[in-house]
């Protein structure tokens, strides 16, 4: 990709920011255009990278923009979606707008031109929880959240105009990845946050497991799946294959933070209506295709967030 133009949408974000890191330390000459509208993307996120990207201001479901920055790009990496669960129960139109719409503004944009590769990002949520482990690409998909199925959506309308126009796509589905700068309080940061202040947790569904994936590994997955060929009209999944049951999870994030005693509070309001009871993903494919073996265990990936947190004290979205 060096001296090659590269579009990353969400490019602020959690993942859309690590992304871009990965991608100039591989790539310090790649062209590099950033397009976020700042709803929980951040600009401190991009201070490393402001001298090597352009920044484009904007939303994903304003055609003119995205039109404006997908022209004569080489690379997209369509990572901006509205991704926060909670979240969809509240303003599930706000999901079904940028996940849906949004995705076909820059499908359309991009109909006829040289594009190399459309990366688009999905999640593992698509599936709903499982009905068979390792969740490979093959396991029905039976979303659970209005996330989730604008997410399955955006992939129908992804992989029909792909055909139809010729369009170098390939679809991701990325398990629960997780890593220093989330911008949502999911999970781990929560833990970490909670465990930070005192020995007293209050969390939801404790008994669901979840395949964690760390940032800079799928960040990883994204770009082979772009440098690929034979990875065009396929959908990846990114996982480590290893299920981790929220309550062990507790209890390894205990060990490491160094609290030998805590207590354990279950709050109703923290429960979400059909939750995903069980993740656990197959990556046998991402490493058949595009090489893709993930490098970081959740033990190392835990303590290496924390460590992050520790020193800026603060998670993008704490206000």
């Known amino acids: 990709m060096n001296g090659e133009r590269v579009l990353i949408t969400g490019g602020a974000g959690f993942l859309?920011?690590?992304l871009a890191e990965t991608l100039l330390k591989q790539f310090p000459t790649a062209q590099i255009t950033i397009l976020d509208n700042f709803?929980?993307?951040?600009h401190g996120h991009l201070k490393a990278l402001r001298a090597s990207v352009q920044l484009i201001e904007g939303d994903i479901r304003d055609r003119a923009i995205v039109e404006g920055a997908a022209r004569d790009v080489d690379y997209i990496f369509h990572l901006a979606a509205m991704p926060f669960i909670p979240d969809c129960y509240d303003d599930p139109e706000a999901f079904i707008t940028a996940n849906v719409n949004g995705t076909y503004n820059l499908l359309r944009s991009v109909i006829g031109?040289?594009?190399k590769a459309f990366i688009h990002m999905s999640t593992?949520?698509?599936y709903g929880s499982a009905q068979y482990v390792p969740i490979d690409e093959k396991h029905p998909t039976l979303p659970r959240s209005t996330?989730?199925?604008s997410k399955l959506a955006a992939e129908n309308i992804a992989f029909t105009m792909a055909k139809e126009h010729k369009i170098p796509l390939t679809i991701v589905r990325?398990?629960?990845f997780y890593?220093?700068?989330d911008t949502h309080p999911r999970i781990i940061p929560e833990i970490i946050i909670q465990f930070s202040k005192?020995?007293?947790l209050q969390l939801g569904n404790i008994n669901a497991s979840r395949d964690f994936v760390y940032v800079t590994d799928v960040a990883q997955g994204l770009i082979l799946a772009a440098l690929t060929e034979n990875a065009r009209g396929q959908i990846i999944n990114l996982a480590t294959g290893k299920e981790t049951l929220l309550k062990d999870l507790i209890d390894m994030a205990a060990r490491i933070m160094h609290k030998e005693k805590y207590e354990l509070k279950l709050r109703e309001d923290r429960l979400r209506p059909f939750d995903v009871d069980r993740l656990c993903g197959s990556a046998n494919k991402a490493k058949e295709i595009i090489g893709w073996v993930p490098a970081v265990s959740i033990e190392e990936g835990f303590a290496r967030t924390l460590s992050w947190y520790q020193e800026v004290k603060r998670w993008p979205f704490q206000k």
Do not use: D, K
Not at 39 to 42: A, P, R, Y
């Open 198 to 200: 005192g020995n007293v």
């Open 16 to 18: 859309g920011s690590h």
């Open 113 to 115: 031109t040289s594009l």
């Open 147 to 149: 996330y989730a199925a």
């Open 179 to 181: 890593g220093p700068r």
């Open 124 to 126: 593992s949520e698509v």
């Open 39 to 42: 709803i929980s993307g951040t």
């Open 174 to 176: 990325s398990f629960n």
